[in-house]
């Protein structure tokens, strides 16, 4: 009986792990950012985040942090230039952006901009069916804000495609 019971602890104890945690999804954005604890405080206001946790390095600057907007995580830490993870304000830009899908784009579009982020793309309709603006914020991250307004299918995508580049052209 006692060999049971501790063969079942044994299959308790070697509990299979996930490879991806619990309400993670398979990709999660890493930002490095140029006094992160003041850009936690930013997307809180901007765009709703809620931090999940910290952890401060010796030097008592941000090595990690975690935050979710939506249900999205996105982790984030100082930036370190000496150890290869500069923030866009050390780059002067990123080429990256992050697309993040709200209820009502023009409200949180708004609201990151009274925040303090800069437009890069006004609020517009967008061919591929989305209300999307972007926004560079105060940290030199891009972000997307938008809102799925209709569904189309690859024909009439294509379609669209062709009339926004021809109007364009003619810009």
Known sequence: MARRKSSQKKKKAAKKVSPIPKAFHAVTPGLAVRDA?????????????????????????????????GDSHIMMGEENVAM????????????????????????????AVKEGASVAMPMMDQFWGDRAGMVTD??????????????????????????????????
Do not use: C
Request: glycine content about 8%.
């Open 37 to 69: 604890a003041q850009a936690i405080e930013f997307y809180k206001r901007a765009f709703g985040a809620k931090e999940k946790g910290r952890t401060p390095g010796p030097d008592g600057k941000l090595m990690h942090a975690d935050i979710v907007i």
């Open 84 to 111: 290869g993870n500069p923030s866009p304000l050390s780059l002067n830009g990123s080429p990256v952006s992050l697309y993040v899908y709200v209820k009502d784009a023009d409200k949180v579009f708004n609201q």
């Open 138 to 171: 105060p940290y030199g991250h891009k972000w997307w804000l938008a809102t799925h307004k209709r569904d189309l299918t690859p024909a009439q995508m294509k379609k669209a495609a062709e009339e926004f580049f021809a109007s364009m052209q003619k810009q």
